[in-house]
């Protein structure tokens, strides 16, 4: 037997139990990763406490949790490629990642992902890179952001904004990013002004100085205030407003980041020029209370849960 989070009917963290299953193996064509952290994304929860958001992605009950992992190759099926046992990995596998094992096909298959974790990298950090760090490449090349540009990016202290932040500091941008007064010095130090998310928004960016782009991580607030400021909408995007946000502003996520983009964050963290903030790091005996601080959206950085 092995380990498990699973739900059984949608609800908050109190819906999540940690249970004795099966333990899976290795078919033809895929490998079993031993499960050495999981990092929480606003997905998961979103998943497991809303049966309609749950439909879009083919989840049905019973249900595991979670999306991103890192951890070891412990186990290869026949004709896999690219990986071998003992490998160091991380990636996706959606609503099955905070287990002790996950089964994903190698090479990975949509929606799951699967990708080398480097030396010098820890899985704690490794297992917060799928969601976080491919939404946010995704979230800034859908602007076409470029340098000399000055960039809002709404929720810029969340768990895609620390990534999101870095990555266009790193393009040669100037970024503006909403956040909540308690954060602001966590923003500057990863290079961002902040600036008060709420009504007024648009007057208190003008005043800052002009942007060229925005992208919004949370809702529509950011994109909105860009768009009274005269930022083309196609220089707008947004990762959670659905699939047809207002005005023609873009509507992008994860799925759209370019080909190597996670191996070009991995070298930043490697070369010293991105840091990944982790906000707290809970057993998954209390994947609860780890759930719980990570929808209060007050957390500054990442969440992760260790097996």
């Known amino acids: 037997m092995s380990r498990a989070v699973i739900y059984e009917k949608f609800g908050g ?31 998961d929860w979103g998943l497991a406490s809303r049966p309609e958001a749950a439909a879009e992605f083919g989840i049905t009950l019973p249900s595991g949790f979670g999306y991103d992992f890192a ?32 089964v994903v096909k190698a090479p990975a298959q949509a929606p799951d992902g699967l ?19 491919s939404s946010a490449a995704a ?24 990534f999101a932040v870095q990555l266009a500091k790193l393009a040669g941008a100037t970024v503006i990013g909403t956040a909540s007064e308690g954060t602001f010095p966590f923003l500057r130090e990863l290079g961002a002004e902040p600036v008060a998310y709420g009504p007024g928004l648009a007057d208190r960016v003008r005043d800052l100085g002009d942007i060229t782009a925005a992208t919004d991580l949370y809702g529509t607030e950011a994109a909105e205030a860009a768009r009274k400021l005269g930022v083309p ?21 994860g799925a759209d980041a370019e080909p190597g983009a996670l191996a070009r964050i991995t070298d930043a963290i490697l070369a010293g020029e991105l840091t990944v903030p982790i906000a707290a790091v809970f057993p998954v005996e209390r994947i609860r209370d780890a759930v719980a601080l990570q929808a209060g959206r007050h957390v500054h950085g990442k969440v992760v849960v260790t097996l």
């Open 13 to 43: 963290p109190e819906v999540l139990e940690l249970r004795d299953v099966p333990e899976p193996h290795a078919g033809p064509g895929e490998v079993r990763v031993r499960v050495a952290a999981a990092g929480l994304n606003p997905m």
């Open 233 to 253: 909408p196609e220089r707008i995007a947004t990762i959670a407003a659905g699939p047809q946000p207002p005005g023609g502003v873009r509507a992008t996520g």
């Open 139 to 162: 979230a800034l090349a859908a602007v076409g952001l470029r340098a000399g540009d000055t960039v809002l990016i709404g929720g810029a202290a969340g768990g895609v904004g620390i």
């Open 71 to 102: 951890g070891v190759v412990d186990e290869a099926g026949s004709g896999v490629t690219g990986f071998a046992v003992g490998d160091r990995v991380h990636g996706g596998a959606l609503g099955r990642a905070v287990a002790d094992f996950v």
């Open 115 to 133: 990708f080398p974790t480097p030396d010098g990298i820890s899985d704690e950090v490794a297992s917060t890179l799928p969601v976080a760090g």
